[in-house]
């Protein structure tokens, strides 16, 4: 497989913005624990559905205090 032919310019901003939004989704469900449904489902949910992840817990499983 030839890596070189891969538009890096394109992918990498996304790559950076998907690691930034699961750090920050991971430290936010850490630290408050408390979240609409299960704690252990949203990490789950957060490292293993890519982009989508993160932005699914920030508008559905925080818990407004």
Known sequence: MD???IPW???????V???ILMFV??????RHQR???PFVIWI???IFVN???PIIYFVFGRRQQ
């Open 25 to 30: 989704a991971l430290v936010d469900v850490i």
């Open 3 to 5: 890596l070189s032919i």
């Open 17 to 19: 913005l998907q690691l």
């Open 9 to 15: 310019r394109l992918i990498l901003p996304v790559l």
């Open 44 to 46: 789950f949910i957060i």
């Open 51 to 53: 982009v989508l992840g």
């Open 35 to 37: 979240t609409k449904g």
